[in-house]
């Protein structure tokens, strides 16, 4: 499973675990801090937040850039590539 904000591994277990309505809902932590639920239900499993579509995020560094940047404002690394 990856992070659905920076795209990374995720490689720990939940930090915890409930039922909300039909879901069983684990909250994960990935190695950036960044935090997210993953809802598994009979027929449907989603993560809140959504997985991003990774526009502005650099591969070289991890970081989350502002949608329009075409340049990491971390590394430099050139975003997209």
């Not at 809902?25 to 935090?35: E, H, I, Y």
């Not at 591969?59 to 075409?70: L, S, W």
Request: hydrophobic share 20%; glycine share 8%; charged share 25%.
């Amino acid at each position: 499973m990856n992070c659905p904000r920076c795209g990374s591994p995720i490689s720990t277990p939940p930090e915890r675990e409930w039922n909300f309505q039909k879901y069983r809902v684990s909250r994960f932590r990935c190695d950036n801090g960044d935090k997210f639920n993953l809802y598994a239900g009979a027929t449907k499993t989603f993560t809140i937040p959504r997985p991003s579509n990774f526009k502005g995020f650099c591969e070289n560094c991890k970081t989350q850039n502002p949608d329009h940047a075409v340049y990491c404002k971390n590394c430099g690394t050139k975003l997209g590539s």
